[in-house]
């Protein structure tokens, strides 16, 4: 794929028109779509350079039926969030990562990559330009979807000749309807979501696709999601199709190690050094089924989910309950540290927010 070197961003003029009624009920937000102000804009031909990127009033997106995206899947996303302070300030939480984890992406995929600064920049205008859409303090943050594309015309099977780097974004509250209360899983016994060689280590548009069977018919019995295992034993726990997992036994958290097939989660990597950074014990290893049979707690980490304190999976036919179904003393203390330093309340000592 071309490598679009392109870093600065158009200055951009807004428009004059833009939607004034903002009647959101901040105490009841969830994690629904939301239209907002702008989207930002910005494409990549086939000579390999990104044009000016652009805020364009929020709306849809014109495509040919031929794009790459549409009919080969090529494309990749990314999530991540803007905080507003008690002192009114915006804060970005470690947007280079999400950065880098595109470029990795966009080379799994055959696409342009963007410069960590290019994406950086865009995301800041984004949400600078959507500030009125991010929740007051405690309420939620502003949840941001930067998505790359092959937005030009293929017929055969080909890297498109054209792609699209679009950043949209929405005001969000808790990810699962159980708030911040325990969520409940299943072992997923049928199904995989990736499998070595394949993509499921890179955030494409299909790996989510692709989960969405299981997860329908998990909520349809009550679940909140499922617990993927691993393709070739299926004796490893991998993820949950929107987030990562830890157990936790004593003083000792355990995730499943990164090979290819596991998304690398920004809160995941947040997590286990803030959890060593506390005197918690962190292993990143192949992980059993059977140890969620010994865990004292269980938790997703996802930027969207944030920390998810797991209440119960079941496996096997059994029903396995942690933390008295509450939220386990481990959860809620990292869950506290961590989402201190992403909203502002206290001193960023690991240097991840970014004031913009
Ligand atoms: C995120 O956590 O930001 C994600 O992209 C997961 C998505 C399924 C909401």
Not at 202 to 229: E, I
């Amino acid at each position: 794929a071309a490598f679009c070197a392109r870093a600065d961003v158009a200055a951009v003029t807004l428009p004059n028109e833009i939607k004034s009624s903002l009647e959101i009920d901040w105490d009841n937000l969830g994690f629904g779509y939301h239209e907002t102000d702008f989207i930002y804009v910005s494409k990549c031909g086939p000579d390999g350079e990104w044009n000016k990127g652009e805020l364009e009033p929020f709306g849809p997106l014109k495509l040919s039926p031929s794009a790459g995206i549409l009919n080969y899947g090529q494309g990749i996303f990314e999530g991540l969030k803007a905080y507003k302070t008690e002192d009114d300030r915006v804060l970005l939480f470690r947007p280079e990562e999400n950065a880098m984890r595109m470029i990795v992406g966009a080379d799994r995929l055959c696409m342009p990559t963007l410069p960590v600064n290019l994406f950086v920049q865009a995301v800041k205008q984004t949400v600078l330009a959507n500030k009125r859409w991010i929740p007051p303090p405690g309420k939620g943050s502003l949840y941001i979807r930067p998505i790359l594309m092959g937005s030009g015309a293929v017929l055969g099977l080909a890297p498109a000749p054209e792609y699209t780097f679009v950043i949209f974004v929405a005001p969000v509250g808790n990810y699962f309807k159980e708030g911040l209360a325990p969520i409940h899983l299943k072992v997923e016994n049928t199904y995989h979501r990736a499998a070595p060689g394949g993509t499921g280590g890179v955030k494409t548009v299909g790996n989510y696709a692709s989960v969405l069977k299981t997860q329908l018919n998990a909520k349809k019995h009550g679940f909140s999601d499922v617990l993927y295992l691993d393709a070739v034993e299926n004796k490893y726990l991998e993820e949950v199709s929107s987030c990562n997992i830890f157990l936790v036994e004593g003083n000792k958290l355990a995730t499943p190690q990164l090979k290819g097939t596991i998304l690398p989660g920004i809160t995941r990597k947040s997590v286990i050094e803030l959890a060593k950074s506390r005197g918690y014990e962190v292993e990143e290893r192949p992980v059993s089924v059977d140890e969620l049979r010994s865990a004292d707690e269980v938790f997703c980490t996802g930027t969207a989910v944030v920390i998810s304190p797991v209440g119960s999976i079941v496996l096997e036919g059994d029903r396995l309950e942690y933390a008295n179904k509450g939220v386990g003393k481990v959860s809620q203390e990292l869950y506290a540290a961590l989402t201190s330093i992403q909203m502002g309340k206290a001193a960023d000592t690991m240097g991840w927010t970014k004031e913009i």
